[in-house]
């Protein structure tokens, strides 16, 4: 009897223990579920790429999915990546984030395995093509592109004319030209021609990628700053413009703003996103033009176009909804040309999508740049930024830059300081 009553009691258990498993697996299989259809975008800066996510979730017919976009900084989003990605874990990370363009090699090349393979939603033949050269490895694209950090040279008309000088004398100028028609400004004026931070090396990137060169060779590793023909030309015109007198110099990014908006400076050469800096001095509606940038003197590479900044978005593997993640994505900022019209307006975006060209705000002019057709120009000097790839350690090198920088400020002589910099950066990188 009691052999009886203990198989009966095992069998009892079993039963129950079965049910519990069985209950357990169905509300783990409900959570899961409930975390697929979740997606979570982090991104930084709430007037623009924000914005932008609010108003791609109002396109994406898609009402099982809810998106939650989180505002952090980028240095926020910089350190829990590399945190996170370094452990190998996953969990508390987004499904997809917003990341420049000077940092995702560095990321898909220290973590080939951590972003999904997006080749099935973006065709190189929609975007620009220069940024493909950051956001591919081999064959295989891992990012969505978003905003073109295409450059132009932002300056008063009405001070230029002043100086003697007409919109066409703007066309077609080389940066020895620029540094001239500052010196009249000057003379003429009172005003600088722009303003400068020398520990912000951007003008000098700038420069530098109008002909196709960068810090590194094109396997983004092997440092080619000494005897970089680009890169001396690009120094040697900030030091000039600052030795001459050319250049308010300021110490961070508010001063920068303020030297534009309180009319300070007669130009600022850019990316296409500080249009709206640029706008924020409502009295000088009107005074302002956007030209091609200059080309480097003599350089037969360098061409009127170059880029600064930009970045795009990417999808982290292995975060529950990483589908939806794709998708999303698909219908939004890698098809929806609509969406780029309705960002061109809402915060003055400047797509790297080719079709965003075919919309009527992009064929239209902006009275703030006297009528000018602004995103049709940007868009089309977009599409002719070389192609680089900036490597994995471009802020890691101008840490060391912004030293030299100041010696060639100083006199001294611009090769020596080069090749000084070549065995520090080689030797910290190594490191």
């Given at each position: ?28 299989s ?93 065709s190189?033949?929609d975007f620009?093509q ?31 004319k ?17 540094i ?5 400004v000057k ?47 690009g ?28 009319g ?18 409502k ?52 098809s ?59 802020y ?36």
């Open positions: 009897m009691k052999k009886v009553f203990s198989v009966f009691l095992i069998t009892a258990l079993a039963v129950v223990l079965g049910a519990c498993g069985s209950s357990g697996g169905s509300g783990n409900a959570k899961e579920k409930a975390n697929e259809n979740k997606i979570t975008v982090w991104a930084w800066d709430e007037t623009f790429n924000i914005k932008a996510v609010e108003e791609a979730k109002k396109v994406y017919e898609n009402s099982d999915v809810e998106v939650e976009v989180v505002t952090m900084s980028q240095d926020d989003i910089v350190q829990k990546l590399n945190t996170s990605l370094a452990s190998g874990n996953t969990e508390g990370l987004p499904n997809i984030v917003l990341i420049e363009d000077y940092r995702i090699q560095g990321y898909l090349s220290s973590y080939p395995d951590a972003f999904a393979d997006l080749s099935g939603i973006v190189e033949n620009s220069y940024k493909f050269a950051v956001n591919k490895v081999e064959d295989k694209i891992y990012g969505v592109p978003f905003d073109s950090g295409v450059a132009g040279l932002f300056y008063r008309q009405d001070y230029l002043e100086a003697g000088y007409s919109e066409e004398d703007l066309k077609d100028i080389t940066w020895d030209d620029y001239t028609i500052g010196e009249k003379e003429k004026t009172g005003h600088a021609l722009l303003s400068l931070n020398p520990s912000d090396l951007g003008l000098a990137r700038i420069i530098m990628q109008s002909a196709g060169d960068w810090y590194t060779a094109e396997d983004g590793k092997t440092v080619t700053i000494k005897d970089n023909d680009s890169l001396k030309s120094l040697t015109v900030f030091a000039k413009l600052i030795n001459d007198g050319l250049a308010e110099q300021v110490s961070d990014w508010d001063g920068g703003v303020n030297a534009v908006q309180s300070n400076v007669a130009s600022s050469p850019l990316g296409a996103w500080y249009s709206s800096t640029i706008q924020g001095g009295d000088q509606s009107g005074q302002w033009r956007i030209a091609p940038i200059p080309t480097i003197a003599g350089n037969k590479e360098s061409i009127h176009a170059s880029s600064i900044g930009g970045g795009g978005w990417y999808v982290i593997k292995g975060v529950p909804g990483e589908k939806n993640a794709i998708d999303f994505l698909d219908k939004t900022f890698a929806s040309k609509e969406l780029m019209e309705t960002l061109a307006k809402e915060i003055g975006l400047v797509s790297t999508m080719n079709a965003a060209q075919e919309t009527d705000v992009y064929k239209a002019g902006l009275a703030f740049y006297g009528d000018q057709k602004v995103f049709e120009d940007f868009s089309t000097w977009s599409g002719q930024v070389p192609a680089v790839n900036y490597g994995n350690h471009t890691a090198i101008e840490s060391v830059l912004t030293e030299s920088v100041q010696e060639i400020i100083s006199g001294k002589d611009i090769d020596q300081v080069l090749a000084n910099a070549q065995e520090q950066v080689e030797a910290q990188i190594a490191n």
